[in-house]
């Protein structure tokens, strides 16, 4: 859906859950996630020149990670997003990644 701030708006507050944004050409761009409010974690990205916007709302924090961990994995990694580098876990976490065999900082995709 376009990446508007009405759009955003009409995500609920204080939810988890895990986004993706792209350029308006249907390929996602940057892979996100929200371990306390999406919502807020959207409003952050508008205006970083993302035109399009997906979500999914998801009940555990380390759901969130490792969503993301997925997503990122499948749209390309670093070399095909905007990310800068693998998803980290939460703080104090040492929770790993599934879809690597390595740890979050050593991740090449």
Not at 7 to 30: K, T
Not at 50 to 55: A, L, M, P, S
Not at 80 to 88: G, I, V
Request: net charge negative.
């Amino acid at each position: 859906m376009p990446f508007t701030q009405e759009n955003v708006m009409r995500v609920p507050e204080a939810i988890l859950g895990v986004f993706q944004l792209g350029h308006g050409d249907g390929v996602i761009s940057f892979v996100g996630r929200a371990d306390d409010d999406l919502r807020q974690r959207l409003l952050d990205n508008l205006g970083k020149g993302y035109e399009e916007f997906q979500y999914a709302n998801l009940p555990w924090v380390k759901e969130t990670y490792e969503m993301q961990c997925r997503l990122y994995h499948h749209a390309g990694g670093r070399k095909c997003l905007d990310n800068a580098d693998h998803p980290f876990p939460p703080e104090g976490k040492l929770w790993r990644c599934a879809m690597s065999a390595t740890t979050p900082a050593m991740c090449e995709l």
